[in-house]
């Protein structure tokens, strides 16, 4: 199953690392079906292969401490027997899964509350989060206008406009990435996901720092919203990725060559406000 997995999450480059640090944290406790026969033995598959887990999308920061917490709940335990061991990683995974999963709620439902009746926002790319506080907004009573941005080349923008044009009291406008100087000065805010953060760096879908960037210029506020897990003070190298040349021009490159960073880096002074579960 970890290898699978390995290759699933290097797979899924749509998906929300709550999503990828679940399935991670879920392959890592198969572990427990194996037969081994000393602690040491299983200490040391534990630590290989959440190794593989990190490795297999090194820029998501919620994979990479989720795993560190799950073998450090294990090894230190100092399990006695290699069914303690199991039994340890099994309650490990189980308390990860449950805080991820709570946190992400909590994340929105907090971020929910900033979102006043009448407010017209503008949100990139396709953040769950996001979703959800519009949606526990919506569900509130409160009228909410919302920009949303395609997140070219993926264009999971327009995913999240079909997803808010569902909803109740939720007037949605898609718009491609360079046109949100065009109507940032008449929003009152801007809502982002966040991949995670990082000392005084936000790491996030690409097309994040101009639409920042810009919005400090209009004087809109900028507001990050995500489980408090994926801020991180040390201990974590943000790696980014770069996906196939093909989604951006199906035709040969002559001459030149493409580049296709899926995250950008936004320096925190660009944000007003960072909403998580612990707020």
Avoid: W
């Amino acid at each position: 199953m970890i290898d699978e997995t390995v290759e699933e999450i290097e797979d899924m480059q749509t998906h929300s690392s709550s999503i990828v640090a679940i399935k991670a944290a879920r392959a890592l406790g198969s572990l427990t079906e194996r037969e081994v026969a000393t602690v040491e033995e299983y200490l040391r598959d534990l630590e290989r292969n959440s190794s593989a887990l990190r490795r297999a999308n090194p820029s998501h920061a919620s994979l990479h401490t989720t795993q560190q917490e799950v073998v450090a709940a294990v090894t230190d335990a100092d399990p006695d027997s290699v069914e303690a061991a199991k039994r340890r990683t099994r309650e490990a995974v189980e308390a990860v899964v449950e805080r991820v999963e709570t946190a992400k709620h909590l994340a929105a439902g907090n971020a929910a509350a900033t979102v006043e009746d009448g407010a017209t926002l503008l949100t990139h790319d396709y953040s769950s989060t996001v979703i959800e506080a519009l949606e526990l907004a919506a569900e509130d009573g409160k009228e909410i206008t919302v920009y949303v941005t395609e997140a070219r080349p993926r264009y999971l923008g327009r995913k999240a406009a079909r997803t808010l044009a569902a909803l109740d009291g939720i007037e949605p406008h898609l718009l491609v990435d360079s046109a949100n100087g065009c109507v940032l000065p008449e929003c009152d805010r801007v809502l982002l996901g966040m991949d995670c953060i990082v000392g005084d760096t936000l790491y996030n879908r690409v097309g994040t720092f101009p639409l920042a960037a810009t919005a400090e210029e209009v004087g809109v506020p900028v507001t990050v919203v995500g489980s408090g897990a994926k801020v991180i003070e040390e201990g974590f190298v943000f790696e980014n990725e770069y996906r196939s040349p093909s989604e951006v021009m199906l035709e040969p490159a002559e001459g030149f060559r493409i580049e296709n960073p899926a995250y950008d880096a936004t320096p925190m002074r660009l944000i007003e406000e960072v909403v998580t579960d612990e707020q």
